[in-house]
């Protein structure tokens, strides 16, 4: 895999100096994402955490339930730092490439949920006055929690085309790709239980959190930036090259967990950044 990302560096490297690109941009950005993850089983985690004390246990009657929390179906994550710098090729003068690093943190690319509920009978009251009864229920929960990890260096590179670039409000869009290799991966189990009765209250809650390391994997992404710009400066010449964008960037996801396989999903995330023309 690290020779995949070197050897894309070095084609992405070798194509500017062959188009006689000029640096032109410095691009500072950040933002999140989110996308659909893989839905993990319990032997999918027996192969990240072997140790695992947790799935040492008997969790057969805890029945697995997917963890969707919007209607999406979106329940994967990332947060992100970019550098780049803007280059323009004199043979494409409306073009502007971007070329730069971007760090990824992503959870939930793979996660396994689970649990079970017994209510049972713990005490009835009866009224000395009228007779009346009052059932008193018991209830015990049981619910694990499992999720893949992992932050990521990317190299990042994205061909924009922009209308309106003479106004102080522009439009751009264009057509990007980033790959890199994971680092930091590690896999979360965590396992609660807790007692409550009808009256709301609780006899007690406990629960156990095991973390694991992983093996580095690769990761990429295809995706299309659209955005709007915003020059700070029209008249004052310090304000002039400082601008600010933001973007929408729909996107195709590759990530390959070790021992596992890679996972193709469809994405969205945003960015806000800065850019600064040289």
Known sequence: MKKATLFAALVLSTAAFSQNLKISEIHISSGTGSMRGQDGTLSDFAKLAPNSAILGMDLSQLKPYNDIYNGFGLNSGS????????????????????????????????????????????????????????????????????????????????????????????LHAGLGASIGMSYRASTSIELWESSYNSTGNYGYGTGTTESFKNKNSLGAALYIP?????????????????????????????????GIGTSFSAGMSSAVGLRVKL
């Not at 600010?244 to 960037?249: H, I, P, S």
């Open 79 to 170: 947060n992100s730092t970019s550098l780049q710098l803007g280059l323009q090729c004199a043979k494409m003068p409306k073009f502007t490439f971007r070329v730069g690093i971007t760090h990824v943190s992503n959870f939930g690319l793979l996660s396994a949920h689970g649990g079970f509920t017994e209510t049972a009978r713990y005490d009835t009251l009866t009224s000395s006055q009228t007779g009346q009864q009052t059932f008193i229920d018991t209830s015990y929960s049981k619910s694990y929690h499992m999720n893949y990890s992992d932050q990521q260096i990317r190299l990042d590179g994205a061909m924009i085309f922009r209308m309106f670039p003479e106004k102080r409000w522009s």
């Open 226 to 258: 659209l955005g709007v710009d915003f020059c700070i400066g029209k008249k004052r010449e310090f304000w002039m090259p400082f601008h600010l964008y933001a973007e929408t960037r729909p996107s195709l996801n590759i990530n390959s967990i070790n």
